[in-house]
């Protein structure tokens, strides 16, 4: 069966696939976009989890995708409303009042830790603001000769030199640290230093202790500052931002096929000419681009014998195994969480009391088991998004970890155990919340690597991790978006700069193929 | 895929014995052992220079069991191969043998050795040098089992003028009728052998395959079948003259494993190496293609030439100049002897661009020891025909007198 030919085919409609072929599609290019599920938008996605509860199903919160993509792409035009912005962070105490993490919240906790967290944010900030211009464009590469490397490489050393001395080495100081002792330098009241670690090892493999969880952190604060530093949420859950990309996408002229999952990439003459879909269908283009993770395109869709054995090592050692799952409860009414107000609730509920706690519920995790009190960061999304649930109940979404893809045993004997587990923990702070419940699922990153393709079910595609980010990141030989077989690029989370719902990966891929020819 | 390794016992003890050793043993004459791939061999029996001539003028028996041997099998075991190594092996037919290289991503040579065709889906790849853990990840995505079978079959070259009639006499019949790089299966009093046409004599020569219990039988009735005909066990020294002589390549000497190589620069490609031959751009991908390609686009740093040097003294690790001043630099000695056969003084040579064109002249710097007082001679030398001796024999079939 012959589909066609055409100048681009990217593979996978997640935000990044669309991101990539929206910009493809401005420059003039032929796009056929194909997506394995029966709807856009990957692990950026709005479910029914139940009759008439709906949620984001994995990501749920919207603060990294820079604004330039958004007013760029004009997601806005596209159809893109927030249900909420200006979103606050609130860490809840075992026994204490919670507090919001701004001068005002803090003040009633620790005078010391209001004021040293204004210094703390501007300076991370300042350092955020560094790193995003490494994490905006194609990552050099070393030992070329091409102007192009050359100039990323100065401006990023530009960047650094204009921070001033003082700054400099301090972000030299703190860059390859962790988290854990990074905040003990600074603040004394635990849930806030838990709320901040909290933030590092979002979606990671690592606990508070674990080097590389201020890169993490800082990773984050470079795409939140991208974002203006704002939270928000979007009208109809995360479904909708891809919607508004794929809107966006169709209006610059690319095509969008959903329920077409792509089983292998075409090869002929040392190149990608094309894919084959799962009924046998032939679709030929002259780049292929994947926003599948990288071991699921280069050991599942292109095969190993298109790849040279030093290659396939390294894709094959690539470290992405999940740890993040998502918790989706239908509740009869608004949860009531002790000492929370509805603004407070309107935002991002954090419970992470403290860094060892979060250190403590990784440990777990490091040999097979979920965490017996697991961290989880919360949202109630129903309350300013009358289209996620029947009107007076509620959904409420949580990021809870840490969950294993390799738990020992295997999830499904213990998907019930583990959401028994959440369940109750957030009920320590919402007395009653069991209760109220109607429905609910638990996410588990097996689950997310079925649902979406992703294998290990990882966030980020592939562990963000110093030895798998910027100029190696996913691999060397794949890190500037090209892949060793000519015609055949990667998109995705798997690509630099990451994960999360920022749109970069996409973007900075489309401008690597639209500049090469 | 099978467990590939728990059945080896070579790591075991510091040098195991071949199964020809207590015979080895029983003919040295100056007790002259190396180890060899986790074997001790014999260096040299009597001495190099009779063995050598044992080589070039009867049949000699060379203990080939260190080589190290993977069974490849399974659906994919030609797709693996052909994605391993340089060559097309999608053109080897059953019973047949091919000399291959295979690199690393770079482009760079891992190792040289031979693939067998024993079957449509099973193969034979023997080597020099230990690697079953590139073998084992090249195989990720192809249905192939691999075992290292390298305890389990004893092996020995019997090369030289003579050898055929040896064979023959020893009770291969029809051995004559094999070709160059043909395999043929033999039944001698009960025993399986399988012979290959195969060696690194560059003369006449086949290799023998057998069951390690059979092995002493068929050495001393081998040796019996070969009296008349001047047979004579040799040692590797005796090898290495004839080896370079016919001009083939010693891992570790000629070049170094891109596996091993710590110093950046030190790595060879096939190209390099004179072994553009053995590259098939053409027949899909493999291992370091791309890379390969980009180098051949590009022009190549260097090659490794054949040298023939005036005088008579062997350029043992010389370094070589364009000037008899020695100002310029542009390579150096791998691999040099004085040539029994071909009387010459003759070398292997890695010759920067674009000093490796044929013809071209050259200077030798040639340390000699005198007493213990060292000299240094600049000696002219040219880049030559490789290899130095070829007679026709080698190919001949029959072979004169069979
Ligand atoms: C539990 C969880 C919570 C998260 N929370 C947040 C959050 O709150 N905020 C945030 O910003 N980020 C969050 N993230 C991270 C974010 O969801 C991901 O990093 C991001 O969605 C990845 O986008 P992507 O486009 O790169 O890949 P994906 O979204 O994985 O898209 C890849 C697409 O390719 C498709 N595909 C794969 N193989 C094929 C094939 N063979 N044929 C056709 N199509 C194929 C898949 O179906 C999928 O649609 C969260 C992640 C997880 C797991």
Redesign the pocket.
Known sequence: MNGGTYDCIV????????VCAAYLARAGKSVLV????GQ??????TREFTPGFKV?A????????PADIVSELNLAGHGLKLASRGLSTTALRESQSPFTLDAAGLSAVSIRDAAGFQAYTAQMRKFAAVLMSALDAPPPRLGTNELKDKLSLLRLGWKLRKLGRRDMRELLRIGGMNVYDLLEEHFETAELKGALGLDAT??TNYGPRTPGTVLSLLYRMACEGAAHNEITAAQGG?GAVCEALAASARAAGAHIRVN????RIVVESDRATGVVLAGDEHIRARTII????PK??LL??LGTRHLDTGFVRSVRHLRGK?L???LHLALKELPAFRGVSTQQLRGRLLIAPSLDHIERAYNHSKYGEYSSEPVL?ISVPSIDDATLAPTGSHVLSA?VQYAPYDLKGGWDAARQKFLDIAVRRIETFAPGLSTSVLASEL?T?VD?ERD???SG?????AEFAFDQFFMVRPVPGAAQYATPLPGLFL????SHP?????GL??RNAARRIIGMN | MVDAVSSLTHFKQPLLKTPFHERARELSQVDSFIPWAGYTTVDVFTTADQEYFAIRNATTLFDLTPMVKYRITGVDAESYLNRLVTRDIGKLKQDRVMYCVWCNDAGHIIDDGTVFRLGRQEFRLCTAQRQIDWLLESAVGFDVELSEVTEQIAALAVQGPTSCATLKAFGLQGIELIKPFETRHFTVEGMNIMASRTGFTGDLGYELWMDPQHAEQIWDRLMQAGNSRGIRAIGSQALNIARIEAGFLSPNVDFVSSEHTIRLGRDRSPLELGLSWLVDFNKGHFNGRRALLQEQRRGLARQLVGLDIDGNKPAVNSLLYLDKAGNREIGSVTSAIWSPTCKRNIALAMVEAPYFRLGTSLWTEIYLNRELVWERRMVQARVVEKPFFAPARRRATPPADC
């Open positions: 593979i996978g409609a997640g935000h990044n696939g669309l194909l997506e394995a599920a856009v938008g990957g692990a950026a996605v984001s994995c990501a749920h919160l919207l603060h990294l995708m979002l979606g995360m077409a999952t792509v089983s994947s926003s599948a993770d699921s395109t599942g869709l999940g993040t799952a998502k960061e990021i996410v990153p997310i979406f393709k992703i079910g990882h966030w980020h595609h998109c995705g989370a798997g990451g994960g999360g719902v920022t990966p996409g």
